[in-house]
């Protein structure tokens, strides 16, 4: 089988591990986009995000013989995605105010699922607000949210990325929510609902 296209994950994973480089490149078309939005997500900084996903790909190809196929591989690569988000987020807590200057939020900046054709504007501006209220999150209900909401994962797969019981990471998705609904009344009051 010439065509690795149509090959699951774990198993283009193996013959990347064996030298197959075809494999990557499979891997890289798949996953790439996803881990871009999930880091721009989580560091709301498209610079940034660009670099955390360089840098997830990376960690990839150093680690490609460690990958055992014990877990899902979208859970071991959004892991590495995750460590490297949550890095970056405490350097950032350390840089001067000037260096952190914030990008202008846009529909686009935040790539959420697409909405029905006739509520757009609306659309783009919860877009805009939810982006808003989930840099007020802490990071870790952020996490959780991101994680579960945005980029599909079960509960138990967050657990395991995150190293935390499964009863903690339900715990702060529903916090999360409780913060969400909260900081978005305030849209919902805006289109009437």
């Not at 960690?59 to 995750?82: M, P």
């Not at 783009?124 to 994680?147: D, M, Y």
Request: charged content about 30%.
């Amino acid at each position: 089988m010439n065509d690795v296209s149509t090959l699951p994950d774990s198993e283009l994973m193996q013959r990347y591990a064996r030298g197959d480089r075809a494999s990557f490149q499979v891997l890289l078309e798949r996953h790439q986009g996803k881990i871009y939005n999930f880091c721009m997500r989580f560091v709301g900084h498209s610079s940034l995000a660009t670099e955390l996903t360089q840098e997830t790909f990376l960690r990839l190809v150093k680690a490609r013989h460690q990958f055992r196929g014990e877990s899902r591989f979208t859970t071991w690569l959004y892991s590495i995605a995750r460590n490297l988000c949550i890095d970056e987020l405490r350097r950032r807590k350390n840089r001067p105010e000037q260096e952190l200057k914030e990008e202008t939020l846009t529909e686009s900046t935040y790539a959420f699922p697409p909405a029905d054709q006739g509520i757009k504007t609306d659309h783009k501006r919860f877009a805009i607000e939810l982006a808003r209220a989930l840099n007020q999150l802490p990071v870790e209900q952020r996490e959780v949210f991101i994680l579960r909401h945005l980029s599909g994962f079960r509960f138990t797969e967050i657990a395991d990325m995150t190293h935390q019981p499964l009863g903690t990471v339900k715990s702060r998705m529903r916090y999360a929510l409780e913060r969400l609904q909260a900081e978005l009344e305030t849209f919902r009051e805006l289109v009437g609902q």
